[in-house]
């Protein structure tokens, strides 16, 4: 891949006044050989493995940061869902696997470690649910470890059982972090069409059609969108799109070099370029930013969606363009808590729950980061997550909810959860019950157009 010096003084640019950063090198570690029906034994294997494959993912990823100039926020390891490779062990509880997992984590000094997952979209086995229930306590109990639920596809429906169940999980989770506001569910994120190789948490799982081994890297620059946009003179909407494209270009290629510089130390496979735009609290670092330069006052007023539509679509064009290797999620993040001018949105009553739903039908994933009052009902809750499936399941796109009923909280107050995690300030939902709705159980039917073949 041949880089410009150019180029390069753009890229320096981007990092020292734009906010560009890779924000992950994450790497993916199938464990499926260390299944054992002993519970200490499982351990032990999922622990020597994965120190096998990442002790020096930290140490080479610092190394290529230095080598090239350019910030690597975070390390990561995914893994095989937990669910599937412990479903042979005849323990009654798979916290212990967690809080090896963030053993594991703390030793190889990566940031978080994702996989404590299950895959449940069209029915739970007996050790889905031994996962799912062990959730809470694993968040309670680990600091790095985080988890995911597939509870929806196209092809499948959507499972409302584990919708329902979810809703209790979460609020279980939040009862049991409640000293610090809750944080268990921003490590706890429920999925329709999950991507098998997403490097972003808390999302992330190794995949099962996922080599031994891989690199997967996610690219985020907003504030570089964001600048760009705002340097045009009076552009019409196809002027934005061009420049958007031709941005996350530059980037997507930026973030290529890396992950296979990475995946050649690593002695692993180079998997996907995830380029999506995923907001830090920095001023100028938001998608909302973003939206407002295109000309609207504030996010969330009418025509947010239009825009956002414009954005990931730009944004996808523009890497793949750029690489043969984009995939993941690859778009454009709407969490909350992690943008600043989305805080501010919440706050001047222009961007509200119901508007971000509908902003979750065209961006990258869905309901993100976002705080509602700690006495919200589970079934309330697992109803959210049941609209935003909904949406993946019908559109043939991942969406996601993380949400966060943060105990003692009500409207209007703020949640300071530090880092790149935000503040959230805690929104009103809807007052009426879904209670019988959730209640009913069973299973939506996947659309008509999941019969493609």
Known sequence: ??????????????????????RTVTMGINLRGCSHPDIDTFNENIYNRIMYYAEDLVKTTNDIQN??????????????????????CDAADYTSVAQTLDRAAEDTGVDFIGGFSALVQKGMTPGDLKLINSIPRALASTNKVCSSVNVATT??????????LMGKIIKETAELTKSNSGIGCAKLVVFANAPEDNPF?????????????????GVSGPGVVNSAVR????????????????????ITRMGEMVGKEAARRLHAQFGVLDLSLAPTPA????????LEAMGLESCGTHGTTAALALLNDAVKKGGAMASSSVGGLSGAFIPVSEDEGMIRAVQRGSLSLDKLEAMTSVCSVGLDMIAVPGDTPSSTIAAIIADEMAIGMINKKTT?????????????????????????PVMPVHEFSSEKFISRGGRIPAPIQSLTN
């Open 1 to 22: 891949m041949l880089i410009h010096p150019e180029e390069i003084l753009e890229t320096i640019k981007m990092v020292t006044s734009e906010n560009l950063d890779i």
């Open 67 to 88: 080598l090239y100039g350019i910030p690597i926020i975070n390390k990561r390891i995914s893994v095989t869902p937990i669910a599937i490779v412990a479903e042979s």
């Open 155 to 164: 092809k499948a429906g959507i499972n409302m059982d584990a919708v329902a």
């Open 201 to 217: 948490m808390a999302g992330a799982f190794h995949g099962i059609g996922e080599p031994d081994c891989v690199i997967n890297v």
């Open 231 to 250: 340097a045009l003179n009076d552009p019409t909407l196809g002027d934005i799109s061009e420049c958007i494209k031709k941005t996350a270009f530059k």
């Open 283 to 290: 001023i100028g670092d938001s998608v909302a930013a973003i």
């Open 400 to 424: 996601a909810v993380r949400v966060i009923p943060a105990p003692g909280t009500k409207v209007g107050d703020m949640i300071e959860f530090g880092g790149l995690l935000g503040t959230a």
